[in-house]
């Protein structure tokens, strides 16, 4: 088998296949430019700070943020968790979160609350599913100061973000950090308009960039603690980080093709929207009913075509779900089992103790491959 | 004039209204003197009141730049 053949379904992991413009960009960059934007005042290093100048401005365009000064590049979703919570949140400062947290949100938060810092409490899924703004207010303390969720589950696809919950908060003087790791490349959102106050993106998911590319993008201008020390390419005589944005927030050498990469994944994305929905609505459906009709199938999440990215967690009864994934895996099918860096999500759709074997699919998946994927799960029920 | 900026993502944003405006510029090393560099900034022999005036428009699709550079002679 070649790689090549592989039917791959692990995409709310890494999107392995990429527009072609994407890898063009890749190549382009680092064969034509190779440098460093920040770095020097040549014409390669101009190149690579103009560069980035696009880079940014394509993604602030995109979420709708007011400014490119706004958008700061990590390397990953996770890294611009740590950095926006570790800046923002004071002692004594308490904290909302949905139950589906990844651990990349999860794990920073509670970490601050073992050290003293902070407190945070768990939202039940229903505020999210059916906002109650009665219910909201059993949870907002005289100290809540965020509210995270993501733009929608890693484990079950359903979409958690309404405008109207953040309505909700901004009402209550409560800020919203909304993680957009799965769905920012599917579901479009506008910083302004809906009065997102921070939100953090990765790029190598549904947005098709590469691996090692993340992000954070803010509403005003970001006055916070920066996470990294180091050189940043301007104001080189200051012993510490110059207050300037977004410089002061990405010390070290950016991982510019990984940027520039991103920038032409965003781009198809505006430019084909409409139809990657379409197909992995299609796509998702006829999974999701062919897996239905099979005995002994347990699905998990909402099946919601509209309110879910192409998204299905399953078990087989009375088969542990790491070893459907490695027989799928033997039939040159990849999915993920176990559960995926997401205890608070497992611990709320009750797989805590099991796990699921989730599927991810995206617009370059093909038919053929589900209807693969179907018998082979049927030859294995089987035995 | 040399327009000096802070942060280099402003050296940019300031090169894209020059070149939205049809006025010609250079990217050139900051006079190092100055303590306000960041490497690159822009220079251009266009009107100088032309090119505050856009820099600090409210109107970019961008943040303004008001405040966020000098201008050296």
């Known amino acids: 088998m070649k790689f090549n053949e592989v039917i791959y379904f692990d995409n709310a992991a890494t999107t392995r296949k990429k527009p072609n413009a994407v890898y063009d960009a890749f190549n382009n960059y680092i064969k034509e430019i190779g440098t460093s934007p920040g770095r020097g005042s040549h014409l390669l290093a101009v190149e690579a700070s103009r560069c980035l100048y696009k880079s940014r401005k394509v993604v602030s365009n ?4 007011p400014s490119t000064n706004n958008v700061i590049f990590t390397k990953n979703a996770t890294e611009a968790s740590n950095l926006f919570l570790r800046g923002f949140l004071k002692e004594g400062d308490h904290v909302l979160i949905s139950p589906m947290e990844h651990n990349a949100i999860f794990r920073p938060i509670h970490r601050l609350k ?78 302004v308009d809906d009065n997102i106050d921070f939100l953090i993106f990765t790029g190598h998911k549904d947005l098709y960039g590469l691996p090692g590319i993340g992000g954070l993008c803010s509403l005003k201008e970001l006055d916070i603690e920066p996470l990294v020390q180091g050189g940043t390419g301007v104001h080189s005589e200051t012993f510490t980080n110059p207050d300037i944005v977004p410089e002061k927030y990405e010390a070290g050498t950016l991982n510019m093709p990984s940027i520039w990469s991103l920038k032409a994944g965003i781009e198809y ?71 995926h860096c997401n ?13 699921v074997v989730r599927i991810s699919l995206d617009y370059h998946n093909l038919f053929e491959e589900i209807e693969k994927f179907i018998n082979v799960i049927k030859k294995l029920i089987k035995g | 004039m040399y327009y000096i900026f802070y942060s280099t993502n402003d050296v940019f944003k300031g090169e894209e209204i020059l070149n939205d405006n049809n006025i010609d510029y250079k990217i050139l090393p900051t006079p190092v003197k100055d303590n306000v560099y960041c490497g690159v900034c822009l220079w251009s022999d266009a009107d100088v009141d032309v090119i505050k005036r856009l820099f600090d428009s409210d109107k970019l699709g961008d943040a303004s730049l008001r405040n966020k550079y000098e201008i050296l002679e």
């Not at chain 1, 995270?148 to 409560?174: H, K, M, P, Q, W």
């Open chain 1, 62 to 65: 995109y979420f709708g943020c």
């Open chain 1, 114 to 191: 073992e050290e003293g810092r902070i407190d945070y409490d768990i939202l039940p899924i229903e505020i999210f599913k059916d906002l109650n703004a009665n219910n909201l207010d059993l949870y907002i303390k005289k100290n809540t100061k965020l509210c995270i969720f993501s733009l929608a589950s890693n484990v079950t696809g359903e979409i958690l973000y309404s405008s109207r919950i953040i309505e909700d908060l901004n009402s209550r003087d409560v800020k919203v950090l909304l993680d957009t790791a799965q769905g920012a490349g599917r579901v479009s959102l506008n910083m």
């Open chain 1, 269 to 339: 994305i505006e430019k084909n929207k409409k139809e990657i929905i379409d197909k992995e609505k299609e796509l998702y459906l006829i999974c999701l009913e062919e897996l239905k009709k099979l005995p002994n199938i347990i699905l998990y999440g909402n099946g919601n075509v509209d309110k879910n990215l192409p998204i299905i967690s399953f078990n087989v009864d009375g088969i542990d779900c790491q070893k459907v994934s490695y027989y799928l895996s033997e039939n040159n099918i990849c999915v993920r089992s176990g559960h």
């Open chain 1, 343 to 355: 205890i608070l999500a497992h611990t709320n759709l009750g797989t805590k103790n099991t796990g």
